[in-house]
C-alpha cells in the first residue's frame, strides 16, 4: 500500500484506541492487516485508520468486535450508519481526541504492577482535569473495554480484571458520594444478573446516574432476579439497569431475564447495556427492556426518565 505511512502511535491518536486495543484486534480478528518495514514496524493506510475509526465505534455502540471485524469496510459504513442514525462515519474527524491516551496507558500500567496507589492518582487526576463525566465517558469506559480485550486476549488475567474493579469500585463509590443525589431523587438499581460475572461496565453506569442525581443502589455482580426484584420494590425504584458483559453464550440468562420482568412492579423500567447486548437481544426485546448502546445513551435515557409523566388532556 503506497500510502501505507502511519505509525501505530499515530493510529492510536487518532481513532482513539490504544495501541494494545489495535494490536489485539489485528492479531486475534484480523481487523487490519498493516504493512511492516524491515524492522518489523507496523505501518497503517488511512484507510485502514478509517476501518478501525468505524470498529471502535461499533464496538461502543455494543456489536461484538468477534462479528464486526469480519464485515467489508462498506458494511461497517451501513451499521455505523444504522447505529447513529444513519450519521455518515467515512467523513467523520478522527482527529478529535475520544480517549485520554496517556492517562488511559497510565491506568493500564498501574493494573499490570497490581499498583493500587498509582491507579487511584491517576483517575484523580483524570477527574481534576476532565471533570467527572469527562473522566467516565473518556477514560474508564474506555479503560473498561481495554481490560476487557486483554482479559479476553491472555494479556491480562483474571486477577488484574479483578484487581482493576475493586479499585474502581471504591474510587467510582467516593466520587458518586460527592453528588448525592436528595431524597427525593429517583433510584435506579444497578447489578449485572445472574452468570454475568463482570461488573465494570455497572461501576461505570452507577457513577453516571449518581453525577446526574439520581440516588443509586448498587447491588454488585451476578445476583438472581428474585433478588434484584426484591431490592428494586424495597426501595421504590423508578429504573433497574443491568451490565451485560460476558459470557456471551448463557442459555440461562433469558430465563432469568423472564423472571425479572414478571417479579417486578410494570412502572419500573429495565435498561440493559454492554458488550453482550446483541448475543441477547432477542431476550430483551421479550421483556420489554431498553438497550444502551454507549455511557452518552445512558445519560440522555435517564434524564428522560426523570422528566414528569404528561397528563392526558
Known sequence: MADSNHAIKMVSRRTGLTAHVIRIWEKRY????????????????????????????????????GHVAKLS?????????ESAGNQTHATRDLTAPVVKESLLDECLAAIKRFDAPAL??????????????GLLQRVVAPLAQTIGELWRDGSLTAAHEHFASAVLRVFLGNISKTFGGTENAPVLIITTPAG????L????????????????TYLGASLPAA????????????????????????????????????????????????????????ALDKIGARQMNDLAHLCSTLDELR????KPK
Not at 481487523?31 to 471502535?56: D, F
Not at 487511584?120 to 463525566?133: C, D, F, Q, V
Not at 454475568?196 to 461488573?199: A, T, V
Open 30 to 65: 484480523a481487523a487490519v492487516q498493516p504493512e511492516r518495514t524491515s524492522t518489523n514496524r507496523r505501518l497503517y493506510s488511512e484507510a485502514q485508520i478509517q476501518r478501525l475509526g468505524l470498529l471502535r465505534d461499533l464496538t461502543h455502540a455494543g456489536h461484538s468486535i
Open 73 to 81: 469496510t462498506e458494511k461497517l459504513r451501513e451499521l455505523a450508519g
Open 120 to 133: 487511584e492518582n491517576t483517575l484523580k487526576r483524570a477527574s481534576i482535569e476532565l471533570g467527572a463525566l
Open 196 to 199: 454475568q460475572i463482570h461488573e
Open 201 to 216: 461496565g455497572a461501576l461505570l453506569a452507577g457513577a453516571a446516574a449518581a453525577n446526574l442525581g439520581w440516588r443509586v
Open 227 to 282: 433478588e434484584i426484584a426484591g431490592a428494586a420494590r424495597q426501595n421504590r425504584a423508578r429504573a433497574v439497569a443491568l451490565s451485560l458483559v460476558y459470557p456471551e453464550d448463557d442459555s440461562r440468562l433469558e430465563g432469568e431475564l423472564l423472571r425479572l420482568r414478571e417479579l417486578l412492579p410494570p412502572e419500573i423500567t429495565l435498561l440493559a447495556g454492554g458488550r453482550a447486548l446483541p448475543a441477547y437481544r432477542d
Open 307 to 310: 422528566k414528569p409523566a404528561k
